[in-house]
């Protein structure tokens, strides 16, 4: 019989997001966890009071069965098919997917019959996971017991989730949801709460005793749908976003797997400090120091990520050192007011400022042409506001976005900046005689 459950019965608990200790070298032998760690998904803060949840080593063997089925919900698109081909590379030997098409295309099509040929059978069901009978016609049609699920659909849906509920005895529940649900993005409301659903749902399924686990997936750069959008995939870039590839997400996803498992989790659900071992984020790292002005990571800014600033310091102050000859300037133009009116100031003022905008744009400082205008740079209004704020906090002189996007070039910006600059220094005198 069904599990049946209600809105009302799900409870939303405060989670913490799991802390690995990054001094147990138990998990130093896999070759993605080899990199540094400075992603905060794979870190353990400084003089925590936590308990820490090392990985599993990397030398067990990981296998699927070979006797069941795996549903995969979506699963058909491009991460979808690299999960599908990894799930057979490692023994699996039944796959059902379902969605809106479920082989429909010409390019799945192609792929479908790309996994029989590796012995693999295949069935697509066409229906919704938010439909329940749909989800019963898929329980009753599997040729094999189904034994594990994946549901992966790019717009997630909370209701589907509960249709879940329906297949019962399952050696794991893995649900793909997005960094975007652990910190929140401009525009994404919607979709950020959906995801925070899916890791509410999560604990859910844990306290009844069910298997669940939550991915909540980063950028992803060689597969899937960035893949195919190099202009978004960019600006996640230029934002300080270091992304995924497709190796990390496959791993990901066989610790997802593991940690599928209630046993561990259940019994101390209501206890001080719980963390969930089974709500695992991937993709959190940046690919700059933290405080950098250049770095508009969307969580750099969160409260729980100020401890990583620290961590950041050393490689910082390489970044910081680049700025002394402004700050020596700026000294000497506050003892000699003249000196800004002259043509050298504003073309010094002009290559701090390219400088930075190349920085902000990751562009080589070597090709700097402070002749250049912004439009031929590509420059957007969040570059021109970055820069608005360095130009305010580093020069002292306040500048309006229009008036950067309006400049006919970096030597014509700089020389505004030592016009206001002047003009500061102007009311300052004024004000000290009178």
Request: with cysteine; hydrophobic share 40%; glycine share 8%.
């Amino acid at each position: 019989m069904a599990t049946s459950c209600s809105h009302q019965q799900l409870h939303q608990h405060k989670c913490r997001p799991s802390l690995l200790n990054n001094r147990n070298n138990e998990f130093s032998d896999r070759s993605s966890w080899k990199k540094t760690l400075t992603d905060p998904a794979y870190r353990d803060f400084p003089n925590s009071q936590g308990s820490f949840y090392p990985l599993e080593n990397g030398n067990s063997q990981f296998s699927l069965r070979t006797d069941v089925s795996y549903l995969l919900v979506g699963g058909l698109g491009g991460l979808g098919k690299s999960v599908s081909t990894w799930m057979v590379n490692n023994g699996a030997r039944h796959l059902t997917y379902l969605s809106r098409s479920s082989g429909k295309e010409e390019e799945e099509v192609a792929f479908v019959t790309e996994l029989s040929a590796q012995g693999c059978t295949v069935q697509t069901i066409v229906g919704s996971v938010a439909n329940v009978a749909d989800v019963q016609r898929v329980i009753s049609e599997a040729q094999f017991p189904i034994a594990g699920v994946i549901q992966m659909p790019m717009v997630l849906k909370a209701y589907g989730t509960f249709t879940m509920l329906l297949i019962q005895c399952l050696d794991f529940f893995v649900l793909f949801s997005s960094v975007s649900c652990q910190w929140g993005q401009c525009g994404q409301s919607n979709y950020c709460s959906a995801g925070t659903f899916l890791d509410a749902f999560n604990q859910y399924r844990h306290v009844k005793g069910l298997p669940a686990s939550v991915i909540g997936v980063g950028v992803v750069e060689d597969v899937g749908y960035l893949s195919k959008n190099p202009a978004i995939l960019q600006q996640f870039k230029t934002n300080g976003v270091q992304t995924l590839r497709e190796i990390d997400l496959l791993e990901t996803l066989e610790l997802a797997i593991t940690k599928s498992k209630s046993a561990s989790q259940a019994s101390s659900f209501f206890a001080d400090g719980y963390a969930s071992e089974s709500h695992i984020g991937c993709g959190y790292k940046m690919s700059m120091a933290v405080p950098a002005d250049n770095n508009r990571n969307v969580w750099k800014r969160d409260i729980s990520m100020s401890v990583y600033r620290n961590l950041h310091n050393s490689s910082f102050d390489g970044v910081t050192a680049n700025h002394e000859g402004l700050k020596d300037f700026l000294a000497t133009v506050s003892n000699n007011p003249q000196t800004l009116r002259e043509l050298s100031t504003a073309k010094f003022l002009a290559e701090e400022i390219g400088k930075t905008l190349y920085s902000f744009m990751m562009r080589p400082i070597a090709e700097l042409d402070i002749h250049q205008s912004f439009k031929t740079l590509g420059v957007d209004s969040l570059v021109a506001i970055e820069l608005r704020n360095w130009c305010r906090q580093r020069i002292g002189v306040g500048l309006t976005v229009l008036e950067i996007m309006g400049a006919a070039s970096i030597k014509s910006l700089g020389k505004i900046a030592a016009d206001g600059l002047l003009a500061k220094t102007v009311v300052v005198e004024t004000e000290k005689s009178t």
